[in-house]
């Protein structure tokens, strides 16, 4: 049924854009989450922010390391030739090769970003169980 709809919305060019602006502002959302989540002070918040690290992790490890927001954004923007490398790299690393102008390896990438969420959940850990 899912998949049906994001076909019947990815044949229609003036409903196409929508679909693609969501799944991307949600995704900006997740990781502006994860990352800046320990900034509140609300411990309700920071033990949502602590909960779902581990659930994005899960959701990776069920998704052969492929986040579920990644793939539906590939459906609904199929590839261009030319564009497939591009095409076929994670959010983070579009966002890294895009803003910083960092390229990392996908080992060197994966490292990067359970290194930023190990640090962004301890201080939402020490936030709500420590101080």
Not at 49 to 73: A, F, S, Y
């Amino acid at each position: 049924m899912l998949l049906y709809f994001l076909n019947m919305i990815s044949q229609n060019s003036t409903l196409k854009n929508l679909p693609i602006l969501a799944i991307r502002a949600t995704h900006y959302a997740v990781l502006l989450f994860i990352v800046l989540g320990w900034i509140f002070v609300k411990k309700e918040i920071l033990v949502i922010h602590m909960v779902m690290i581990p659930l994005v992790i899960l959701q990776w490890k069920i998704n052969n390391g492929r986040c579920l927001l990644t793939d539906l954004e590939h459906y609904l923007v199929p590839a261009v030739p030319e564009e497939s490398e591009e095409q076929s790299e994670g959010f983070v690393a579009r966002i890294l090769k895009t803003v910083l102008k960092i390229e990392l390896s996908p080992s060197q990438l994966m490292s990067f970003m359970y290194s930023v969420m190990a640090l962004s959940f301890s201080v939402s850990f020490v936030k709500v169980f420590i101080l």
